[in-house]
Each structure stands twice: as structure tokens, then as C-alpha cells.
């Protein structure tokens, strides 16, 4: 999708999301796609089994494995990140440790941005460390700080831009360029964006993922991940780590995603208008400090962002101005359209304080991050959501 024209991807993705994969000779004709909820296939002839034995992803065997379900899903969102192939994952966290733990062994070292999701934290410093691979945390906004921590054993470089609190951005196409003239390999959540917005195969990165949690599945009824590259590096995942945990996803899961892919753009082209309008009462607000979201004209890396992705919605941080807990615990819980949780993509609107991550008798009213709280917009009106924002404010 390099160099075509905004009209011509948009036909593209049309055509990715309603026809690509389909085989509708296969199935009576049938507009929506069946779930093949079986766990095995059968074969003719004992030769048929033996091959299949020798290279599981060339074909159906046990759904533990290929299902055709999900391969449908497979080939769109392949085709969708502009990528040679796809595997679907059980969960966002299940493609993380797949994108990473296939290609390290021990003496290794991993240079990741500062902040990642987690779950990816949690890999590199609960997991990874047991087998003596080591992770360098830096402030990736600046790319020779990525460059610089790197060293002759640096086997990735793990990205997530824009990260899904603070929203820092790294420079995809620098730091891949780097990368390849050291032999690193590249990976990159890109869970915010999703491929409608951001595509980092195009801008040289190896693998990508995201949690289909969020805005691929969108209707906040199935947890699901999705790790997108070349083909011979998915092979390898899916011949050990993929088949070994069992993680990837089931053939209802994945027929949920395929649903909620089909109205994925028209989702978020409604989440873009209204968080505008939602971005633009909370900045005229008296309470409010700040804004944090990536094209902002206050965020001090909107060039970067407009130059690799070509949109921005739903998700972004404000901090508040108020000295007391009490008072940011009350404003969220007497929103009634906002509902307080982790996670974000679907048709509700959401939000998240920071100190709900720590102890509030360490708050500090000095520290902008502990004034900080995650919205997310859903579905719902701008006038809707604006109203329930107001009175809450109130209270702040
Ligand atoms: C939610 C999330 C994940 C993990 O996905 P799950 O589907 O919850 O396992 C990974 N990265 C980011 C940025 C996320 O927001």
C-alpha cells in the first residue's frame, strides 16, 4: 500500500474485509463464513496423513494448529498489514510472547521502549530473565537511544508506538533500517493504530501485533491477538511455540473478529469525529491541565505521528488539575456513561485513572503522572458523552 492513493486503499481495504479469503462455492453460498468448530480433519489415504505430519502448516490436520475458520480471518489481516502472513492468537499477550520468545536463546539481549504494555514487561523482566536474556529499557522517542543500547548480542528491538498511555512514538523506518543492517530483528504493538491507521510492515518492521481485543474484535466480547511478517518467521513460531502452548485462537473466537472486522473503518471513522469533539470541551475546561493524544497540536511528536500513521482515535490521557485522590476517584465513579475499566476498542466508552495502578497514599499532587487518566471513546454520541463529562467535572 506504499505509495497508492487514500481512495485506492480504502478500495483495497473494501475489498480485503468483504470478499478477500471468502470461498463461498465451499459453503452453500453462504454470506457470513461458517464456524468449522471441529478439532480434527481426515485424510484418504495414509500417505495424505504422512505428509501432513511432516509440515502441519501446509494444511488442515488438528485445529490446535490450521482451521479454515480462522484462516479466512488469517488472510485479511495479513493482506490488511500489507504482510506476507498472519497467526492468530487466544490473546494480545499470547502473540507478544510469540513474537519474542521464539527468537532468543540464553546470552541474549533485547532493547525494548520504555513503558511497554505489561504483559511485554512482565516477559522481559519475570520471564525472559530465568534464561538469562537481559532487556534495555529506553526513551525510544529518540532513536539513537535506541541505537545505543544496542550491543553484538541485541537480537530485537521491541517497539509499541504510539504506547497506549503516554503515547510516545518512535521512528519506525530509522530504527528498522537500523536494524537490518545489524541482523535485529523488528517488532512493534501496534494495538492503538490497528492497520487502517498504521501499517509499520511498510515502514520496514518485521513483526507486528496487536491485541484484536480492542478494536478489531470492538464489541468487547472476545480477547484475541494477531502477529503479522513474513512467512518463514510465522513457520517458525507456528512449528514449536505456536503448536507447543496451544495459543492460538478457536474457530468461534475468530469468526467474532471476522464480524467485527467488517464494520472495523466505520467504527473508527466515528471514533475519530467524536473524540475530536470530546478533545475540544476538555481542552476549553477549566480542570484541565492537559491532553495527551498523538495528534494534538500540544503533543510534541504530532510530525512524527502524522507522518506514519493516518489517523488517531478513541484512546488519550488528560491530567486533571486537583490535589486529592478523593476528588479523582469521585470524578470517575460518578460518570455514568464512562464505565471504569482496563481495556478499550469496543462500543463503550471507558476510562482509567493512573492511581489506580498504585497506593494512593503515595499520591503526589506535584506528579502530573499521578494526576493522569486514560479515556477512552466508544460508540456513543459526542453530546452524550460531553454531558456525563461536564457533571463529573464538576465534582473534580
Ligand atoms: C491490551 C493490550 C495488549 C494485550 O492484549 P490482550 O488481548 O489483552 O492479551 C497488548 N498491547 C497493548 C498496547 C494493549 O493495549
Known amino acids: 500500500m506504499g505509495n497508492k492513493s487514500n481512495q485506492e486503499i480504502d478500495s483495497e481495504i473494501s475489498f480485503i474485509l468483504n470478499e478477500l479469503g471468502e470461498d463461498r462455492e465451499q459453503y452453500f453460498q453462504a454470506i457470513a463464513p461458517p464456524i468449522v468448530q471441529t478439532s480434527n480433519f481426515a485424510f484418504k489415504t495414509v500417505d495424505a496423513i504422512r505428509q501432513s505430519f ?56 533485547i532493547v525494548s521502549v520504555r513503558s511497554p504494555y505489561t504483559w511485554a514487561q512482565k516477559c522481559f523482566d519475570l520471564f525472559l530473565v530465568r534464561y538469562q536474556v537481559t532487556t534495555t529499557y529506553v526513551d525510544a ?9 544496542c550491543n553484538d548480542k541485541t537480537k530485537i528491538i521491541y517497539l509499541e508506538s504510539p504506547n497506549s498511555w503516554d503515547f510516545a512514538i518512535q521512528d519506525m523506518k530509522s530504527i528498522a533500517e537500523f536494524a537490518k543492517e545489524r541482523g535485529i530483528l ?41 502477529l503479522t511478517g513474513k512467512k518463514s518467521l510465522l ?26 472486522l467488517r464494520t472495523l473503518p466505520a467504527r473508527l471513522d466515528r471514533i475519530s469525529n467524536t473524540t475530536i469533539e470530546v478533545l475540544n470541551f476538555l481542552k476549553s475546561h477549566p480542570k484541565i491541565e ?54 478499550w476498542g469496543g462500543y463503550e466508552s471507558l476510562i482509567l485513572p493512573k492511581i489506580a495502578g498504585m497506593d494512593p497514599s503515595l499520591f503526589n499532587k506535584d506528579d502530573p503522572q499521578h494526576r493522569m487518566i486514560r479515556i477512552y471513546v466508544g460508540l456513543e454520541s459526542a453530546e452524550y458523552l460531553i454531558k456525563d463529562l461536564e457533571i463529573g467535572l464538576d465534582l473534580l
Not at 79 to 97: H, K, P, R, Y
Not at 141 to 149: E, I, K, P, S
Open 141 to 149: 522517542r529518540d532513536t539513537q537511544n535506541v541505537l545505543d543500547a
Open 186 to 226: 523488528t517488532v512493534c504493538d501496534n494495538s492503538y493504530c490497528t492497520p487502517i491507521y498504521q501499517r509499520p510492515i511498510l515502514l520496514g518492521i518485521d513483526l507486528v501485533l496487536q491485541s484484536a481485543t480492542k478494536y478489531i474484535g470492538g464489541h468487547s466480547d472476545v480477547v484475541a491477538g494477531v
Open 290 to 343: 492537559q491532553v495527551i493524544f498523538p495528534f494534538d497540536d500540544t503533543f510534541p511528536q504530532t510530525d512524527l505521528a502524522k507522518s506514519q500513521m493516518t489517523g488517531a482515535c478513541g484512546l488519550f490521557s488528560i491530567v486533571v488539575k486537583t490535589d486529592s485522590v478523593v476528588r479523582i476517584e469521585r470524578f470517575c465513579e460518578n460518570l455514568t456513561c464512562f464505565l471504569i475499566a482496563v481495556s
Open 235 to 260: 513457520k517458525k513460531i507456528f512449528d514449536l511455540e505456536y503448536l507447543l502452548a496451544g495459543s492460538g485462537i478457536q474457530p468461534f473466537n475468530a469468526w467474532l473478529l471476522l464480524r467485527g
Open 54 to 109: 511432516k509440515d502441519e502448516y501446509s494444511g488442515y490436520l488438528y485445529s490446535r494448529g490450521l482451521n479454515p475458520t480462522v484462516d479466512i480471518l488469517r488472510k485479511k489481516l495479513a493482506a490488511l498489514d500489507g504482510a506476507e502472513d498472519c497467526l492468530v492468537f487466544n490473546s494480545g499477550a499470547a502473540a507478544i510472547f510469540s513474537s519474542i520468545v521464539p527468537f532468543v536463546q540464553s546470552g541474549d539481549h
